[in-house]
């Protein structure tokens, strides 16, 4: 059985710094897309970053320059590295595996099979 489970949530002040880790079981994250995504309060979810088997990568415009996403394949773990936080990120952090090995699927979170249950962050001014 396929888990994902967030950790790293936290409470900060604006200008902090956090990191998430999700860590992955019951499958392979190898060859597949790994995604951090959000649903600030009262809003969709929407696409943070994304991290291929290769490296390759893609950011939301308004996480560019302050949120990194990493990956080790052999503990099964996708970070998100979140730096100079603003109120705006406040939100709960789903980490998601793509459905498809060897396809870039972005954004769309219809092609992504597997979720977490989320982690919170709160970062106030």
């Known amino acids: 059985q396929v888990h994902l489970v967030e950790s790293g949530g936290a409470s900060v002040q604006a200008g902090g710094s956090l990191r998430l880790s999700c860590v992955f079981s019951g499958d392979t994250i190898i060859d597949y897309y790994m995604g951090w995504f959000r649903q600030p309060p009262g809003k969709a979810r929407e696409g943070v970053a994304i991290?291929?088997?290769?490296?390759?990568?893609t950011y939301a415009d308004s996480v560019k320059g302050r949120f990194t996403i990493s990956r080790y394949n052999p503990k099964k773990i996708v970070y998100l590295d979140m730096a100079s936080l603003e109120p705006e990120d406040t939100a709960m952090y789903y980490c998601?595996?793509?459905?498809?090995?060897?396809?870039?699927?972005?954004?769309?979170?219809?092609?992504?099979?597997?979720w977490g249950q989320g982690t919170q962050v709160t970062v106030s001014s």
């Open positions: 991290v291929g088997n290769d490296g390759d990568t």
């Open positions: 998601a595996r793509s459905t498809r090995p060897f396809f870039r699927p972005g954004f769309n979170q219809a092609l992504y099979e597997y």
